[in-house]
């Protein structure tokens, strides 16, 4: 009779009672084994050429939650798009929202997508939405009712005509992809035959106890062997979010190049984000489609400011001393009150700025989260992360400005090389915009630099030249980190997160 180890005798047993052939979950059943001991048997039993191992991978499809709500309900430009044809194929979108019974989280969802599929015109101004074509069925809603009916579908039964929605509805995070190995494990001949004659297990001892010591049994007992390549379960040691870690190493090279952090709240006055930084106040930019107004209190106190209120507010009016015309119109302080959330970094500089503590020279840095109604995609987010920074010095120029914008680029993002842009902002002259080059994601945009206007400065009672840029993190990491969905950034998803490595 031949000796094996407990677990190798189960298996051999199980597969025998199989037929000669099973799969590896119903070994699990048959034996009340773990996965990883039936494998560290398996392996041992190939070895001996005893058993073989058939393995075969898997792609399964299945709704996540959201995904399971689109499909019973609809997906939410869809729903937007029946309500407005009912309406008569033009409305204003409040209605037209109303009448989809569209919750508050879909509604930017199914105007963008509305959009993007062409099935709408917007007239941001009057805020009227019109059908712009009648809407057929895509392959995303097609995929959405397939899996409804059908939940863990293997990629292989997919029609052929519905491969194209996995990705959209994946990055929508409707989609869960999951790979999944598959496991035959047969006898071979020399298994066979071995069974025929007979097997026993070995009693082994994979701990040296005090009490064998003691006794000493341990002369007369077999101590385990163990194969240190056979697989064992995975273990997922605690570690920090990559984003977070990425977070804290660009801080910590800021604050060594001799950078202090500035800080600040998430919701601001529409002074510090705005008109302290020379934006008029009927720009675009403080439409309700570009920035969200706080509902309740919808204003906030500037008496603490009345100094620079008074230069600000002159010079929107009429350039006061700054050698400019300003943007000839009554400027409103009602106006400059409302609360919001910010929308950039920059909001903080102009805070720095006007503050007692601000030093000459200095250079100031924030790493702040920002909020803009924007429509998500693959570089787009509600909410992003800045880094934002001003050097306030004599005689400083735009060449030291790309200097700091390249090392950015290279050090931080791992960037292969940049290139710059003119751009236009309100606050900033000359203007610059920062683009990077990595392999395999061609050139991404990074975000906006300049210098100050005098029309910013002079108010806030800084006469020196002051160099700034709001970068968008969330890319800078996305290029370090070889991600290609900004929604990644922020994932939760578990498998992603352990296979991560710390950088």
Partial sequence: MVELREQERQLMLALKDAGGASKEEHIIQYSKLPSAAIMRAAMALREKNLITIRETKQTFLALEEEGRYHAEKGLPERRLITALEKLGGKAACDKVYEAAKLEKQFTSIALGWAQRKKWTILD???????????????????????????????????????????????????????????????????????????????????????????????????????????????????????????????????????????TGTAVELAFFNFDALYTPQDHPARETSSIYYVKSPKEGSLDSYKKALRNVKKTHENGWRTASSGWQYRYSIKEAKKLILRGHGTCLSARTLLSRDLELPGKYFSIARCYRPEIGDKMHLTEFNQVEGIVVDKDLTLRDLLGVLEKFALEIAGAEKVKFRPDYFPFTEPSVELAAYKKGYGWIEFGGSGIFRPEVTLPLGVKAPVIAWGLGIDRLFMMRANIDDIQAVFSHDLGWLRKKEVI
């Fill in 124 to 262: 941001s101004k009057a805020k009227m939405l019109q059908l712009a074509e009648k809407p057929e069925k895509g392959s995303d809603e097609k995929l959405l009712e397939l899996l409804k009916q059908k939940s863990n579908m293997p990629t292989e039964e997919l029609p052929p005509e519905l491969h194209d929605a996995v990705p959209i509805l994946k990055s929508r995070k409707l989609l869960d992809i999951e790979e999944k190995t598959s496991r035959v494990i047969e006898l071979t001949e020399a298994g066979k035959n071995l069974l025929k004659k007979g097997i026993k297990a070995i009693p082994e001892v994979t701990q040296l106890t005090q009490e064998l010591i003691v006794s000493g049994k341990w002369r007369n007992i077999r101590f385990q062997k163990y194969n240190i390549q056979a697989p064992v379960a995975k273990t997922w040691l605690g570690k920090k979010h990559p984003y977070l870690q990425f977070l804290e190493e660009v801080r910590e090279k800021l604050v060594t190049l001799g950078f202090k952090e500035m």
